[in-house]
Nanobody, 124 residues
Framework: VQLQAYGGGLVPAGGSLRLSCVVS????????MGWFRRVPGKEREFVAA????????SYADAVKGRFTISRDNAKNTVYLQMNSLKFEDTAVYYC??????????????????WGQGTLVTVSS
């Protein structure tokens, strides 16, 4: 299973960006998909997750109301729509796939596969 994230770039504060994560090698219909981010010098942090089993979607408090995770199983693609971007959203964003059920979708340790990351830079 390979994940390819793209769509990052430079955007002014208040702007929007949509990240995409294309999965190859296996269909994502039965995968929980997540987005994480990492700022240099800090640990990777949870952003959003979409469970296939329950349809449950969860967000980190820092992005709730501004970011939206969605998935197109037919295209094997997961998206992260980011609106009202803030300077503190600047980070490398990673998509991840969880093949087997684990209870904590906000923990990076729950995921089995990772993409390479795409850089999002928000200018203040």
């Amino acid at each position: 299973v390979q994940l390819q994230a793209y769509g990052g770039g430079l955007v002014p504060a208040g702007g929007s960006l949509r990240l995409s994560c294309v999965v190859s090698g296996r269909g994502i219909t039965r995968y929980t998909m997540g987005w994480f981010r990492r700022v240099p010098g800090k640990e990777r942090e949870f952003v959003a997750a979409s469970r296939w089993s329950s349809g449950t979607i969860s967000y980190a408090d820092a992005v709730k109301g501004r970011f939206t995770i969605s998935r197109d199983n037919a295209k094997n693609t997961v998206y992260l729509q980011m609106n009202s971007l803030k300077f503190e959203d600047t980070a490398v964003y990673y998509c991840a796939a969880m093949r087997y059920y684990r209870s904590n979708s906000a923990s990076s340790g729950s995921y089995d596969y990772w993409g390479q990351g795409t850089l999002v830079t928000v200018s203040s």
